[in-house]
């Protein structure tokens, strides 16, 4: 995973007042649904204010961006595969999609789906959200904390644009 490529333009779906890079992309639009939030985030050179359980199309002609992100949020998407489908519409051929998640949530934000199965079926689920969405290669699936780790786990599911279209 280490060499996904993200850098140059990148797209943090679901976005905050934190954004996870070390090293931040040359350009980065931050997308969530609170201003103040996305205001306080030292990395975003952009931000826009969208919720996308209300409206799943992005605001972004296609191929925008060279890459997408999705930090531990996407367990509250309530149209995945809708989302899933359009990021692949502004994410340039060739470009990583990258999806990361941990247990922890916010149990009255998230789908009831996701409260109710395993650390593996969250896995399966986002993996399929890709396959369901078209425009993707088949999702690559990784834990990226080592097994014996002892704070939350953190899983990481990808895949990149260009695949085929539903």
Known sequence: MD???IAGTVL?????????FRQPPAHLTVLGMNDKELVANPQAAET????LNAE????FDDASF???VCCVSVDYLTRPVE???????????????????????FPSKTIR??????????????????????GWSEPA?????PALHRGDPLYAVWARAGGSRR
């Open 66 to 68: 060279d890459a997408a």
């Open 12 to 20: 943090d779906l679901m976005g905050s007042w934190v954004s996870h």
């Open 113 to 134: 789906g996701w409260l109710y199965s395993t650390d593996e079926q969250h896995c399966t689920i986002v993996a399929k959200y890709f396959r369901l969405g078209g």
């Open 83 to 105: 989302v899933f489908a359009d990021v692949a519409r502004v994410v340039r051929t060739g470009g990583p999609f990258v999806c990361t998640f941990s247990n922890r949530c």
């Open 48 to 51: 826009v204010i969208h919720d």
């Open 56 to 59: 799943p199309r992005l605001p």
């Open 3 to 5: 060499d996904l490529g």
């Open 141 to 145: 699936i990784e834990r990226r904390t």
